[in-house]
């Protein structure tokens, strides 16, 4: 079952179900866990886009979900491998929302969009769109481009990155992005026209191996539509 509608299968429970993700009472938790999960949310209250810090704390909560599916349990004993991944998948995504509220939390949406990118294109897009919002280094358009290229939409990538992208400001790896996005969409005069706008950005001899790089990947893209 896709991720988000077991998330809502979930949700319409009897409060007595499974919580996945949920903090163990404190006496059945490992204190390791407990010491190392209280340092990590105080390290994502200051800053909700430490990545090492939410991957670790991810790791946690996904443990902690994956023990609560039992094999002894009738529901789930004939997929329980399939019921962990799940188990885990639903923690993940539980903690995300809860990061996400944060007004400053980028990396948590861009984790959410992964989890939903195969089931919920609109709902995808409107959290890339407002984690690339939310971030002004231009790092979060990067990963976003990054993650829907990475599933097959690149088409999707070129419209998020046009109408996002600040050339001036943001770091050149959004062009990186935006130039495979145009190639993997079949698309090299477009690719050359986000190449030509790294002139834009203020420090020339920083995107100099930027450019060279994405220079042969055009030419490559345009020899294999010639077949020349």
């Known amino acids: 079952m896709a991720l988000l509608p077991r998330l809502r299968q979930l949700m319409r429970r009897p409060s007595s179900a ?19 999960e209280d340092a990590l949310r105080s390290m994502l209250s200051d800053d909700p886009n430490n990545e090492r ?3 670790a704390l991810a790791e946690i909560v996904r443990r902690r979900a994956t023990e609560q ?3 002894e349990d009738p529901l789930t004993a004939p997929n329980v491998e399939h019921e962990r991944e799940r188990a885990a998948e639903l923690a993940v995504w539980a903690l995300g929302e ?25 709902g995808t897009i409107r959290r890339l769109t407002t984690a690339s919002e939310r971030d002004s280094s231009g790092t979060a358009l990067a ?4 993650l829907l290229c990475e599933a097959g939409q690149p088409v999707e990538a070129l ?10 400001e943001h770091d050149p790896a959004v062009a990186r992005q935006l130039v495979r996005a145009a190639v993997q969409a079949g698309r ?21 191996g930027l450019r060279a790089e994405l220079t042969r990947e ?3 893209a345009e020899q294999s539509i010639t077949g020349t």
């Open 69 to 71: 599916v039992h094999e």
């Open 218 to 220: 055009v030419a490559r």
């Open 53 to 55: 810090a939410f991957q």
């Open 98 to 122: 809860e990061l996400a509220g944060n007004p400053r939390a980028w990396y948590p949406l861009i984790e959410l969009a992964r989890l939903s990118v195969d089931d919920d294109h609109d």
């Open 188 to 208: 090299p005069l477009e690719a050359k026209q986000h190449l030509a706008s790294l002139d834009l950005y203020p420090d020339q001899g920083a995107v100099a």
């Open 18 to 36: 499974s919580r996945v993700g949920a903090r163990r009472p404190t006496k059945a938790s490992r204190r390791g866990d407990t010491l190392h």
């Open 159 to 168: 419209n998020l990155g046009v109408g996002h992208w600040r050339p001036r």
């Open 143 to 146: 990963q976003a481009l990054a």
